[in-house]
């Protein structure tokens, strides 16, 4: 039977080696992501752009807000980081216009509301030349990604996860693991349990791969990590197209910051941030249009679904769109892993998304973990 587990937020949120003290973020925690790092510019425009615009309850509408500035800035003045003082100013002016008749600024800017935070965002920097450097929306977006990072991995003890482990072991050549996190806890648990070796990357449009020298040749599952991943690297004269996928699952990590320098790759590749319109980064990325390319063919096969920690009821319609119409053809099996089975809507909507029937639900990673343990007794 073949299997797709599919791996959100939550799973990593309720890792066996996550510190409990200090957990892994959460959507509801990005606003504090750069109390973690010095970044005290960053910060206080991080800070004051939610303020202004008023979006300290939709992380989403501002990413997206930063999204479409950043588009803008690539439009009006491609040649510089941020556009000139007098180019900031005409973008105030002739916005709606822009935004009339660019097909990419149309679909980030869909009201009158969004027009209006997107001149605050340029007015913020008008009023505010200093911080346009760290501030300004390609390097913050660079910035978040690495307060991620740092706050993740102040909150993994260790990337081998047992209640992964626990869901991970019943896979077989054929099956595939997706990924919507950026931490290596799949990637880590599945190399661990020899699922994991170069044919798990077949076409995904990784220019190198780099892996253990111990690692596995045989029962090698398909492993796809939609949103980025943290050991994703890029040369950065390369506009983003060459791509290292490096696996270091020891603490000392020498050998393969050898390998990775002998690549020339070591900038870290973006992330798919938590925005309302994503599709224009799916494309952008030829590595991207090839995992979700990868997810739909999958998906056309699967006939069993693990749903664990992670939901569809989101912004996402490219997404969502893809699972629908590649689930459409064949009805599945699905396994719900999340704090939510009580919510009927919750499971009646992945039901329906995927063409499934409810097998087994369990609300934690650690509840199916012990199921395994009390059916061995």
């Known amino acids: 039977m073949r299997k797709i587990i599919i791996i959100g ?10 510190n409990p003290s200090f957990k892994p973020p959460l959507l509801k925690d990005f606003y504090t992501l750069f109390n973690y790092g010095n970044l005290d510019n960053v910060r206080i425009a991080y800070t004051e752009l939610i303020q202004r615009t008023e979006t300290t309850t939709d992380i989403e509408k501002f990413y997206t807000l930063l999204c479409a500035v950043e588009h803008i800035a690539r439009v009006v003045e491609p040649e510089v980081v941020f556009p000139s003082l007098e180019n900031r100013c005409k973008i105030i002016n002739s916005l709606e216009v822009l935004a009339e008749t660019d ?26 030349p200093h911080l346009m450097i760290e501030g300004n929306p390609r390097n913050l977006m660079t910035f978040i990604q690495r307060a991620i990072y740092e706050w993740c991995y102040r909150s993994i003890k260790s990337g081998y996860c047992a209640y ?11 099956d595939a693991v997706v990924s919507f996190n950026y931490d290596e806890i799949c990637d880590i648990t599945l190399y661990r349990l020899s699922l994991l070796n170069f044919n798990s990357f077949d076409g995904l449009g990784y220019t190198d791969i780099v892996l253990p020298d111990d690692v596995g040749t045989k029962n090698g599952i398909t492993l ?4 980025g991943s943290f050991n994703w690297f890029t040369d ?7 791509i290292v996928y490096l696996l270091s699952p020891g603490v000392s990590s020498e050998m393969f910051q050898k390998k990775l320098n ?3 790759a070591q900038t870290p590749f973006p992330l798919i941030l938590p925005y309302y319109l994503k599709k224009y980064t799916y494309r952008k990325y030829d590595i991207f249009r090839k995992h979700l390319k990868k997810l739909y063919s999958l998906l056309e096969e699967a006939e069993e679904v693990f749903l664990v920690g992670k939901s569809f009821m989101n912004s996402d319609n490219e997404l969502n769109n893809l699972i629908r119409q590649s689930s459409s053809n064949k009805k599945k099996i699905i396994n ?7 919510n009927k809507d919750f499971v009646a909507h992945h039901e329906k998304l995927f063409n499934s029937n409810i097998c087994k639900k369990f609300k934690t990673l650690r509840d199916f973990h012990d199921s395994l343990s ?4």
């Open 164 to 174: 992964h482990s626990s869901v991970f072991k019943e896979l077989q050549q054929g």
């Open 103 to 128: 097909p990419i600024l149309k679909e980030y800017l869909t009201s009158a509301e969004d027009i209006s935070l997107t001149k605050i965002i340029f007015q913020y920097f008008i009023e505010k």
């Open 224 to 227: 796809l990590k939609i949103h």
């Open 262 to 264: 002998d690549k020339k």
């Open 336 to 342: 719900i892993i999340d704090p939510n089975i009580s």
């Open 9 to 18: 937020a939550g799973a990593t949120y309720g890792a066996s080696t996550i």
């Open 236 to 242: 950065p004269t390369c506009y983003g197209q060459k």
């Open 374 to 377: 009390h059916d061995r007794v």
